[in-house]
């Protein structure tokens, strides 16, 4: 999408933190960090939110939840991570980009919202 920031990061237009890249999948370090760490990982093609999920495209967002594990390892999240992601306005997604958030580094509170 020629508008949308995350498809900009995800390119290279817009500059980010970046933490992982392969050729489906880009994560990087969110700019207002909720956690110690705060990583975002996002597909690389433009998926506008968890409700726009399908049969074709589901295989991109399994490797999303492979490649998770290896960044929480790599940012040394041994004592756990939360994986969130925000769908609409009830839940106040501020991107139009699907994304995950992934938090840890630090007890998290044990209500979600
Ligand atoms: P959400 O509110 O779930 O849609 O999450 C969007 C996230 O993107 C927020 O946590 C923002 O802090 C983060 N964000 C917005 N712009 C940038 C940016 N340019 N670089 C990194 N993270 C960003
Ligand atoms: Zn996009």
Redesign the pocket.
């Known amino acids: 999408m020629s508008d949308c ?2 498809c900009k ?1 995800a390119e290279g237009q ?1 500059p ?2 970046k933490v992982y890249e392969d050729e489906l999948v880009y994560a ?7 956690a110690k760490t ?1 990583v ?1 990982i996002i597909p690389r093609k433009h998926i506008g939110s968890c409700a726009e999920i399908n049969g074709e495209n589901s295989k991109i967002i399994a490797h999303i939840f492979e490649v998770i594990p290896k960044i929480a390892k790599s940012e040394g999240l041994v004592n756990g991570f939360r994986v ?3 769908c609409g306005p009830d ?6 980009h699907l ?1 995950f ?1 992934i938090l840890g580094g630090e007890q998290m509170s044990d209500k979600m919202a």
């Open positions: 920031l995350f990061i817009i980010s933190n990087f370090r969110d700019i207002n960090p909720q705060h975002l969130i992601s925000n839940a106040c997604q501020s991107v139009h994304h958030h």
